[in-house]
């Protein structure tokens, strides 16, 4: 028998990682507090469909002790819920019976009264298969359902189920079950079953079984036949596909020392050994998760980059669950990392040139004698730039304007300046939606920059283009032309080439525009 077949409760007190859903399943039947409809979600393998059983296995049960929330197990209920095989339960998959027909016919015998036990108990798996017109029947019995029937759903994807339905249902969110528990399962397990395994295949194994308890059996299973009851690391890692933590370690190495070739090198040795590339996601945002919190503890700089390579490899693993393509996506994530690293090195070389000039300006400010307030405002006001037309695109960048004041004035025009006037024009959309405030605001700013007191004026017009959110839209398509030029010119692509020997389509290469 499978394991995880053997091994599956037979109680609540057995079930392992949803204490919550199980205390909640105790006292609903301790209280005779029913529903006639429950939801359980999760991923799989977290005990939906075993707790649905087990709740079923209580309701009926001959001998159930309601305090301690413990069924009996030998009387006829317990033994027949246990071989699937009691008349009151019905369960039924989903996937293969989606038809109104078939849950028409199913709806029909809701009616007639439970055979032997106390409730008659509708386990329907996977239910988020049922077409529109099967949720559509059953909504209508949930509505009025007799009292002996109670429903049971289990679903991995809550969200293709009708709010109608779950609005008429207990839900339950059954979560992914840790570590520490799956590890002591499994080595319970292997003892019981007289194996051997050391520390290192057992966190493999636990590693690989992502938080579902009845994946980490079916691997036991696998790591059984194929070690021959004797379980090693080296021999679970071959048969899965699974590299040495190391290899994560030393592929960051190389992306943080922008050693293209290494990296180049690592990428070509995962795809000969055929790797298993959800694993490598998996420790890839790990490893990243772990030094972004290191260095925020530390204090220590450089975190801007690590919280950009951990969103290169999340959006990285969404596209490889769409597409299928989970090798392309783990390497081009790598490829962006890669990519933006080497540019912020070249940018932090740009600013360390900047920094004795810094220092000197710094050490003059310094040297010079305090001003009085008057000499500072007067001398403030002196390199003030004129306001016009052609100079409020700068001047513009300067003021301190935050929140809908900013984005609003952003979209006008200065038309023209007078001794105590600043006139601006712009479309309805923006002209009649600004207050006040916004406008006090406005002023405010300008004086905080030395110039005087003005009165602003706002006009609508349709020929509004000269506005700084339009120069800032320029600049910014420009600076992706010239970073898609850089991609094109750089070392890594023509090592791709290289090594690869293919042909980049420059017109398919797309730079994603994050302020759009």
Not at 16 to 41: E, M, P, T, W
Not at 130 to 147: D, G, M, R, Y
Request: with cysteine; proline share 2%; hydrophobic share 35%.
């Amino acid at each position: 028998m499978a394991l995880a077949n053997k091994y599956r409760p037979k109680s609540f007190s057995e079930v392992i990682g949803q204490d919550n859903a199980v205390i909640a399943l105790k006292n609903i039947i301790k209280n005779q507090n029913f529903h006639n409809g429950y939801i359980f979600s999760g991923t799989r393998g977290v005990g939906k469909t075993t707790l649905g059983r087990l709740f079923a296995k209580a309701l009926n049960c001959s001998n159930y002790d309601a305090e301690n929330g413990l069924t009996c197990n030998v009387c006829t209920t317990c033994e027949e819920i246990q071989k699937n095989s009691h008349l009151d339960l019905i369960e039924i998959d989903a996937a293969s019976r989606t038809g109104v027909d078939d849950m028409r016919e199913l709806l029909d015998s809701v009616q007639y009264r439970p055979s032997q036990g106390k409730y008659k108990i509708y386990l329907i798996d996977e239910v988020h298969m049922l077409s529109v017109q099967s949720f559509n029947a059953l909504l209508k019995t949930l509505e009025e359902p007799p009292s002996h029937v109670i429903f049971i759903m289990a679903t991995t994807e809550t969200h293709k189920i009708p709010k109608t339905i779950i609005s008429r249902c207990l839900q339950f969110n059954l979560k992914l079950v840790s570590d520490d528990l799956i590890t002591s399962n499994l080595k319970k397990v292997f003892v019981d079953e007289g194996v051997n395994s050391d520390e290192k295949s057992i966190e493999l194994l636990v590693e690989l079984a992502r938080g579902s308890v009845r994946d980490s059996l079916t691997l036991a299973d696998q790591a059984i036949s194929h070690c021959d009851s004797n379980l090693n690391e080296k021999a679970i890692s071959q048969l899965h596909g699974v590299l040495d933590l190391s290899s994560t370690e030393k592929l960051f190495e190389a992306i943080f020392s922008h050693d293209n070739q290494t990296v180049i090198d690592e990428l070509k040795r995962y795809q000969a050994l055929d790797v298993n590339y959800d694993i490598l996601f998996d420790r890839a945002l790990n490893f990243l998760h772990e030094m972004i919190i290191a260095k925020t503890l530390s204090n220590v700089d450089g975190n801007e980059e690590l919280h950009l390579f951990y969103q290169f490899f999340s959006n990285g693993l969404v596209d490889a669950k769409q597409t299928d393509k989970t090798r392309d996506c783990f390497d081009i994530a790598v490829m962006r990392c890669l990519t933006f690293s080497k540019s912020n090195q070249e940018s932090s070389k740009k600013k360390s040139k900047l920094k004795p000039k810094v220092q000197e300006i710094i050490e003059e400010d310094l040297a010079e004698p305090v001003k009085k307030e008057t000499e500072i405002i007067e001398e403030k006001k002196s390199k003030l730039i004129e306001i016009n037309a052609t100079s409020w695109l700068e001047i513009f960048d300067l003021l301190d304007l935050e929140g809908p004041s900013r984005a609003f004035f952003s979209n006008l025009q200065l038309e023209r300046v007078s001794d105590k006037t600043i006139f601006f024009k712009g479309s309805d959309m923006f002209a009649e939606r600004i207050s006040n405030e916004n406008i006090l605001q406005m002023r405010e700013s300008l004086m905080r920059l030395g110039y005087q007191e003005y009165d602003i004026e706002i006009e609508s017009s349709d020929k509004a283009k000269n506005t700084p959110s339009s120069k800032w839209e320029k600049q910014r398509k420009k600076d992706i032309e010239n970073f898609k030029d850089e991609i094109m010119q750089s070392d890594l692509l023509v090592n791709l080439k290289n090594d690869f020997g293919e042909e980049i389509d420059e017109d398919k290469i797309t730079v994603i525009d994050h302020e759009e």
